[in-house]
């Protein structure tokens, strides 16, 4: 009868499946979470491109905070992926370590995820609102081609600069934490990443 070590059940052939789970997971809830952000917030910006045309390259801020989503999911998936070996006539890929990629990629994944669909909701309504507010609740074609500036200055409707720019900083502090929480999953996903626990050790 063989003698039993510990450790040696935890490595077996099947283990680099999960890691390989991990990073595609990972890979994929990630680039949904940036396609759903940025499709969310592309109709927005559309959206708002009607009344206020001039302020579609200053609103395309939560497009590229969603799109930034896809590059903290491919730079878990790459980690995990490198750190995953074959199997063989000696096993070094343990259990340890596929379940540590598992949950690194899910952790990084669906914070992406999560992250997406804030971005897109806030994206999208907060454009939207920023060019009402900043043409006066009025069509763009009317605001700039049938009334005169002096007759525009005179509006009890007309908004300010300034307004505008409070609503825009409003946005924008929105934006930042709802990328946080894609963040936040990343440095969590790099850290179970880190742990491993090679076969014969």
């Known amino acids: 009868m063989s003698e039993i070590k510990a450790g040696y059940d935890g490595c077996v052939s099947w283990a680099p499946a999960l890691g390989y789970a991990g990073a595609a997971s990972c890979m994929i809830l990630a680039n949904f979470g940036s396609a759903w952000g940025t499709w969310k917030a592309g109709l ?17 801020v939560p497009i590229v905070m969603a799109g930034v989503l896809g590059i903290y999911g491919l730079i878990v998936a790459v980690i995990i992926t490198q750190s995953i070996s074959p199997p063989g006539e000696t096993n070094t890929y343990s259990l340890f370590n596929g379940y540590a990629h598992l949950a690194a990629g899910l952790c990084c994944g669906l914070s992406c995820l999560a992250a997406g669909g804030t971005i897109g909701a806030i994206g999208d309504v907060g454009v939207r609102c920023l060019g009402v507010k900043a043409t006066s609740a009025q069509r763009s074609w ?7 500036e002096e007759e525009m200055s005179d509006s009890k409707v007309a908004m300010t600069a300034d307004d505008v720019n409070k609503l825009y900083v409003g946005l924008l502090i929105m934006l930042i934490f709802s990328e946080a929480l894609a963040l936040y999953g990343l440095i969590v996903a790099l850290i179970l990443s880190q742990h491993s626990f090679k076969c014969g050790e």
């Open 142 to 148: 009317i605001t700039h081609g049938l009334k005169h």
């Open 44 to 60: 927005g910006v559309c959206g708002m491109g009607i009344q206020s045309p001039q302020l579609v390259m200053k609103n395309i």
